[in-house]
């Protein structure tokens, strides 16, 4: 049940976690949210009290009550032992990452990874003594054929933020496990509510909050999810790198968690209308949803995730990059640029490039992520539908 002195909110459904969880009236003088905690300095009563450091909080940098009222509710939705706030998606990978490796370690990161995470192990990770490496993010049991025994990390992103691969979470952990290996689930795009990679094996989950969590794309933060026996490490790791979250931001994803039951089935709900009615159109040579039946891993999303995101991908035919300008440079509702998880709808086209090395894409045309906001549904079809027209137009 709800404690409000702690705000732990157990054994309750998803939607009253959400809107309970993490809030301590009790401890606020009785108002609803916990406020805004700004503060470096703790302050100790008596030597004893300094000496037996057993304080709740020692040191701002270590998290403050807001940024605790975040971290409570994730570690609930996610079945994780503990949750850490991070100041962004991306540090939340790059320390999920270096809890698990040292020099002379190998990690293996699917290929359909997020960009900067890519990035990250290239020109950090290999920086440092650790070696990384891409897999086929359809490899499945297969994994186990790349493992090494210096192999102590593998990277899943389930779907590919760009080009939406579904991922085999369990085969995957299994693979992992039997080399001694942890696995680290980036779970953005379905948020706990539709996954929930540490019951299906995993080890670690991360998020970028700055998504789904926040929604309104005001705010940066991540977190860290993690079982019980890679906790010690994700939470030394941060640390020492010296990584915290302002009680201001930690507020906006408290904030935005209170809604994030409500709004994510609106955005699957839009995303899967957009994405069925553009499976129709002219010039839409393919539409990368996995709760879509055409997708290609539609049979383990279906196993795995309970829903689906506001994000997904289509191809159109090819052609020239005028095409490419013409769609996207009159678009009246959609935007153009990067993230997602906003009430606002994005289109971004993707050049893949050299970010695929061990599963080249060769889907032919033009791809365009998308992500689906909270307009009306009819106003964005008709955005689409005269972008298509004007691509069509500029071949
Ligand atoms: C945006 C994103 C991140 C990084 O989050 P930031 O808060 O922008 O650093 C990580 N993973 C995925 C899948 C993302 O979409």
């Known amino acids: 049940m709800i404690d409000k002195k702690s705000g732990s909110a157990g054994g309750l459904s998803v939607e009253t976690v959400l809107t309970h969880g993490g809030r301590a009236p009790d401890e606020q003088f009785g108002f609803v949210n916990t406020p805004v905690y700004r503060g470096s300095t703790v302050l100790f009563k008596t030597l004893d009290d300094l000496d037996a450091q057993q304080q709740r909080f020692l040191y701002g940098r270590a998290g403050n009550p807001t940024t605790e009222s975040v971290e409570a509710v994730i570690t609930e939705l996610e079945g994780a032992h503990k949750t850490r706030l991070v100041p962004s998606g991306l540090a939340a990978v790059t320390i999920a990452l270096m809890s698990c490796l040292r020099a002379g370690d190998d990690v293996l990161i699917t290929d359909s990874a997020y960009e ?21 993010p359809r490899i499945g049991v297969g994994l186990t054929s790349l493992m090494q025994p210096n192999t102590k990390a593998v990277l899943a992103e389930s779907p590919g933020s760009l080009t939406f691969e579904i991922q085999d979470i369990p085969a995957l952990a299994k693979a992992a496990h039997a080399s001694g290996a942890r696995l680290i689930v980036d779970n953005s795009w379905a948020s706990p509510l539709y996954l929930q990679p540490l019951r299906l094996g995993a080890d670690l989950v991360v998020h970028a909050a700055t998504k789904m969590f926040v929604g309104h794309s005001d705010a940066f933060a991540g977190t860290i999810s993690a079982n019980e026996e890679s906790w010690a490490d994700v939470e030394r790791t941060r640390r020492l790198l010296g990584f915290f979250t302002s009680g201001d931001d930690a507020f906006l994803v408290a904030r935005g968690l209170r809604t994030l039951a409500i709004r994510m089935k609106e955005h699957q709900e839009r995303a899967l209308e957009i994405a069925r009615w553009l499976e129709a159109q002219p ?8 709760a879509l039946p055409s997708h290609p891993d539609h049979a383990i999303f279906k196993r795995d995730f309970t ?29 153009m640029g990067y993230s997602w998880g906003g009430y606002e709808s994005l289109c971004l086209p993707v050049k893949l490039g050299k970010n695929r090395t061990a599963k080249p894409w060769t889907a032919e045309g033009n791809l365009f992520r998308v992500h689906i906001g909270l307009e009306g549904v009819d106003d964005l079809k008709a955005d689409l539908a005269a972008a298509i027209e004007r691509y069509a137009r500029a071949r």
């Open 116 to 136: 900067p995470t890519r990035a990250f192990a290239d020109g950090f990770l290999q920086k440092m003594g650790v070696t990384a490496r891409y897999y086929d």
């Open 283 to 290: 010039e839409v040579t393919s539409v990368l949803h996995p």
């Open 307 to 335: 829903g689906s995101g506001s994000l997904f991908a289509f191809t159109l035919a090819p052609a020239p990059r005028a095409s490419v300008a013409a769609f996207v440079d009159h678009l009246q509702i959609f935007s």
